[in-house]
């Protein structure tokens, strides 16, 4: 077990609705990752977040947003939603270090279901 | 920008032979290699990665990965699978440093089934 923890596990929603999933990281992690799994597919990197600012993203349009916190948990914030952001969306946490390798260690997802 | 191209979708095997996924990658630049194992319905875990040095990497539950520079391939092994083995695998890349280094690229998964 990682010690990333996502809340919450499913979800159901429906078009044009808003979703906010939650993510805490590993204890000592300073950097959160986010990854859509379409069904059937490999993960999709949506963004990542440093020191709260985002560090790099994607190709996702801008109603995925997020968050990070002081104490480095995150939150993906979806707008607007399409049956095609029907996913798990997993989270991912490292610990950035110049030079170090950075490992991502991953959550258990969140199963989004869109109606 | 790197890809990942995982050539088998699935592959099914008895329990106890050996197992060998595939995966080749495209990049520019040097990268770092991992592969993940996702069990059904859980999130991805880390199996083994390499960094540099060794081109052989030992990863958990007896899996092991040669990196290969000049066919550009990162191939999974293991000599003798269990049923607990049968998960969904990932192969994935990393710039090693610059650039997009904090994104990791995924194939599409290989779908690995031991039967009795």
């Known amino acids: 077990e990682t010690g990333v923890t996502q809340s919450p596990t499913h979800l159901i929603k429906t078009r044009g609705q808003q979703v906010t999933l939650r993510c805490s990281s590993q204890s000592g992690h300073n950097t959160v990752s986010w990854y859509q799994q379409a069904l059937g597919q490999g993960p999709q990197f949506i963004f990542q977040?440093?020191?709260?600012?985002?560090?790099g993203r994607g190709n996702f349009p801008p109603r995925f947003s997020g968050l990070q916190f002081p104490n480095y948990s995150s939150e993906l914030n979806v707008n607007a939603l399409e049956l095609d952001d029907s996913a798990l969306y997993l989270c991912?946490?490292?610990?950035?270090?110049?030079?170090?390798?950075?490992?991502?260690?991953f959550g258990a997802g969140t199963r989004l279901s869109v109606l | 920008a790197q890809s990942v191209t995982q050539l088998d979708s699935q592959v099914p095997v008895f329990e106890e032979a050996p197992v060998e996924l595939r995966c080749n990658y495209s990049s520019s630049v040097s990268v770092y290699l991992f592969w993940y194992v996702q069990y059904p319905n859980q999130g991805l875990q880390l199996l083994l990665k390499y960094l540099s040095g060794s081109t052989l990497v030992k990863g958990i539950n007896g899996f092991e990965a040669e990196f290969n520079k000049s066919q550009t391939s990162f191939h999974l092994r293991k000599p003798s699978v269990h049923i607990s083995d049968t998960a969904e695998y990932f192969c994935a890349v990393r710039r090693s440093r610059g650039g997009s280094n904090y994104k990791l690229t995924f194939g599409k998964g290989t779908l690995l089934t031991v039967n009795p």
């Open positions: 991912a946490s490292s610990l950035a270090l110049q030079g170090a390798s950075n490992i991502q260690y």
């Open positions: 977040y440093y020191r709260e600012e985002e560090n």
